[in-house]
C-alpha cells in the first residue's frame, strides 16, 4: 500500500514540476518547441510518465527510508516529538515573520534564495532548541500544574477542617488569641454579628466592670483577626425566631457543622446534648495542669478562709484553688501541704488538702 502511495506522490510531483520547467527550458533555450508542447495537460503528462519511469527505481528506496523515519519516530520520547514539532513550527513563523520585508527587495531570485534559507534555517534552529529544551519545558507545565495541584489540595484540606464558632465567654476570657497563636487550633474562626452585637451591649453598660469585659472582648477579636495568621469569618446572619445567644449558637454550629468553642458550662452540656461537639477552654487549661495524686506535698500560699471550720484556702501558681483543713491559722503564710483528694469539673479542679 505504501509502494502505491509513493508512487502516486512521485506522478504528482513529475506532473506539478513539468508545468513549471516546461516554460523555464523554453526561455533558457531560446528555441521553439513543438506546438503540442506549449499544451499544459501534454506537459503534465509527460512530467507524470517521466517520474513513474523513475519511481519504479526510486519507490523501493524511498519505501526503507520512510520505515526508516518510522522507525526512529517510534523510538523517540513524546516529549521530543512533541516540543520538537512545537519549536520547529515556531521557527517557521518568525521565518515568516522576517520573509515579509524581503519581498520589498527588487532582485526577484535573491529574494526567493533569501526567504528559503531564512525558512530552512529557523526551522532547524526551532526544532533543536524544542529536543534539546524539552525538560526546561515540560518542568514549566509540571511546575504550574503542581501548584495547581497543591492548591486544591490545600483549599480541599480546609473545607475538611470544621470551622471554629467563639461564643461570648471565650472571647472575654481571652485565652482563646494565645491558643490561636501557638497553632493548636487549625482551619477557619468564625464569629457570628449577634455574638458581637451582645459584646457590643456590654462594652457600653454602665457597670464599669461589664463595660471592662466588654471591651476587652472586642480587643481580643482585633488581635485575632490582625495580628494571627488565622481566616476569620464574620458570620452575618442571624436567628430571628430565637432570642438567646446560646440557642442561636447551637443552631449555627448545626447549620455549620462546627465546633463551638466556649466556657459556658450550661452551653456546653446543652451542645453535647444536642450531639454538637464542643471545646471548652477549661477542659483544656486542666488537661494541661500537672497530674496530682493523693499523698504528694505541694507548697501553696494560704490566702483566706475556707467554708468549713477551720478550712483556709490557697492558691497554685497556676490557678488552681487547695482547699486546706486546719489552714485558717496559717492564712497570709505559705505551706506544705499533703494531698489528700481531688476534685475534677468542667468548671476547674479543686484539690483538697491538709497541713503537713
Not at 1 to 19: A, D
Not at 325 to 353: H, N, P
Request: some cysteine.
Amino acid at each position: 500500500m505504501i509502494k502505491r502511495i509513493v508512487q502516486v506522490i512521485y506522478i504528482f510531483v513529475g506532473s506539478t514540476l513539468s508545468l513549471v520547467l516546461f516554460p523555464l527550458v523554453d526561455k533558457l533555450l531560446k528555441t521553439e518547441m513543438p506546438n503540442i508542447l506549449h499544451n499544459s495537460y501534454v506537459q503534465a503528462l509527460s512530467g507524470a510518465v517521466i517520474f513513474f519511469i523513475l519511481s519504479l527505481w526510486l519507490v523501493d528506496p524511498t519505501v526503507k527510508f520512510i520505515k526508516y523515519i518510522e522507525e526512529k519516530l517510534l523510538k523517540a520520547p513524546i516529549s521530543m516529538i512533541l516540543f520538537g514539532s512545537l519549536g520547529l513550527v515556531f521557527g517557521l513563523i518568525l521565518a515568516f515573520l522576517i520573509s515579509l520585508p524581503i519581498d520589498s527587495i527588487r532582485l526577484q531570485y535573491v529574494s526567493s534564495i533569501i526567504q528559503i534559507v531564512v525558512t530552512i534555517l529557523l526551522g532547524y534552529l526551532g526544532f533543536q532548541v524544542g529536543i534539546k529544551k524539552r525538560e526546561e519545558l515540560l518542568s514549566l507545565f509540571t511546575l504550574s500544574s503542581r501548584a495547581a495541584k497543591k492548591k486544591a489540595a490545600e483549599e480541599q484540606e480546609n473545607n475538611d477542617i470544621p470551622v471554629k464558632i467563639l461564643d461570648t465567654s471565650v472571647i472575654i476570657d481571652g485565652r482563646i488569641a494565645d491558643i490561636c497563636q501557638t497553632g493548636f487550633i487549625e482551619g477557619t474562626i468564625v464569629i457570628p454579628q449577634f455574638v458581637l452585637a451582645e459584646l457590643q451591649y456590654i462594652a457600653d453598660s454602665s457597670d464599669t466592670l461589664k463595660r471592662n469585659r466588654g471591651r476587652r472582648g472586642l480587643d481580643i477579636l482585633n488581635r485575632i483577626q490582625k495580628e494571627l495568621a488565622m481566616k476569620v469569618e464574620i458570620y452575618e446572619g442571624d436567628f430571628e425566631d430565637v432570642p438567646e445567644v446560646d440557642a442561636k449558637l447551637v443552631k449555627l454550629a448545626k447549620l455549620r457543622n462546627g465546633i463551638l468553642v466556649t466556657n459556658d458550662f450550661n452551653l456546653n452540656k446543652v451542645s453535647e446534648l444536642q450531639q454538637i461537639k464542643v471545646w471548652n477552654i477549661n477542659d483544656l487549661a486542666n488537661a494541661i495542669k500537672p497530674v496530682v495524686l493523693p499523698g504528694e506535698v505541694l507548697t501553696a500560699f494560704v490566702v483566706k478562709e475556707g467554708k468549713e471550720k477551720l478550712q483556709g484556702v490557697a492558691y497554685l501558681d497556676d490557678g488552681t484553688m487547695i482547699v486546706v483543713e486546719d489552714g485558717k491559722e496559717s492564712i497570709g503564710k505559705r505551706i506544705d501541704t499533703v494531698v489528700t483528694s481531688v476534685l475534677q469539673t468542667s468548671a476547674g479542679r479543686m484539690i483538697f488538702a491538709k497541713v503537713k
